[in-house]
């Protein structure tokens, strides 16, 4: 069990100690719980559990996975080179999981609300690595990394290898700790037996970095920053085809996103009252 879901369980478990005891002493509010299932643009699919407080105030901790299917493969072709021969391999990623707990404040009698609280989780907010091994004569060879565009200070240069099973990996990093405000509608708590919940706003990441663990001109490994002009470089020469400048946009896209301090946020959840 991660450790996200071991303080999730100990949170939850907390909440429901705590929760009767505050309800019981509003005679007019008594106890409820619901269970919930989340799609989210940042934080993929999850399970959140709702907790009514008062008429105006619910609670909601859950827990998320990005499942691979939402992140698109990006296929590149490398080179033959000394006795590496011309191969072809694509890249991919994987997110992490993150758990979150908001508090709903419904300022009428309506469903709109005001919502704050925090998401959680790794810093690597995305892991790339490519799905296709590269041959064994790749392994200690690796990929040249150009910092920039000056190729000729040998300082700059870094070499990502792959690991034994011939894959290549870095992150895409994020604040384990996002701090979300934003506004929504419906109820954690819904006054049927079922309901749905729609969220939008704001959490802030403290921006976005690429990170991989490389060789630098002494042998040692070290964890560099990937950036946008690095890459444009590393990638025009190792291509076969120097004239596909494709990526180039793609890069720039994800250039702008990573230098956001603030990611956009949007959810919608089904609760299921239980009691």
């Given at each position: ?13 907390a909440l429901a100690v705590l929760l009767p005891g505050r309800a019981s002493a509003q005679s007019s509010m008594p106890f409820e719980m619901s269970a919930g299932l989340s799609l989210g643009v940042m934080d993929g699919i999850g399970v959140e559990l709702g907790f009514g407080v008062t ?175 690095g890459l444009k470089q590393t990638v025009k020469d190792i291509r076969t085809n120097k004239d596909d400048t494709s990526y180039d946009k793609y890069l720039d896209y994800v250039d702008k996103l990573r230098a956001l301090p603030v990611l956009p946020v949007a959810r919608i959840s089904v ?5």
């Amino acid at each position: 069990m991660s450790e996200i879901m071991k303080r999730l369980l100990i949170l939850l478990a907390a909440l429901a100690v705590l929760l009767p005891g505050r309800a019981s002493a509003q005679s007019s509010m008594p106890f409820e719980m619901s269970a919930g299932l989340s799609l989210g643009v940042m934080d993929g699919i999850g399970v959140e559990l709702g907790f009514g407080v008062t008429e105006k105030l619910n609670v909601r901790a859950g827990y998320s996975i990005f499942p691979n299917m939402f992140i698109k493969d990006y296929s590149i072709s490398l080179p033959k080179w000394g006795s590496n021969p011309a191969t072809e391999t694509a890249f991919t990623g994987r997110g992490s999981g993150s758990g979150n707990l908001l508090v709903d404040f419904h300022p009428t009698a309506g469903s709109f609300r005001i919502t704050a609280g925090l998401f959680f989780g790794s810093q690597d907010f995305i892991k790339v690595y490519n799905t296709i091994p590269l041959p064994e004569s790749y392994h200690a060879a690796g990929v040249n990394y150009f910092v920039d565009a000056d190729k000729s200070d040998l300082t700059k240069w870094y070499r990502i290898q792959s690991d034994d099973k011939g894959v290549m990996s870095a992150a895409l990093k994020a604040g384990a700790v996002k701090p979300f405000i934003g506004i929504g509608f419906g109820s954690a708590v819904p006054k049927g037996r079922v309901g749905a919940s729609f969220d939008l706003g704001l959490e802030y990441s403290g921006g976005l970095s690429l990170t991989a663990p490389a060789r630098n001109i002494s042998g040692e490994v070290e964890t560099i920053d990937l950036t946008t002009v690095g890459l444009k470089q590393t990638v025009k020469d190792i291509r076969t085809n120097k004239d596909d400048t494709s990526y180039d946009k793609y890069l720039d896209y994800v250039d702008k996103l990573r230098a956001l301090p603030v990611l956009p946020v949007a959810r919608i959840s089904v609760f299921v009252k239980l009691f």
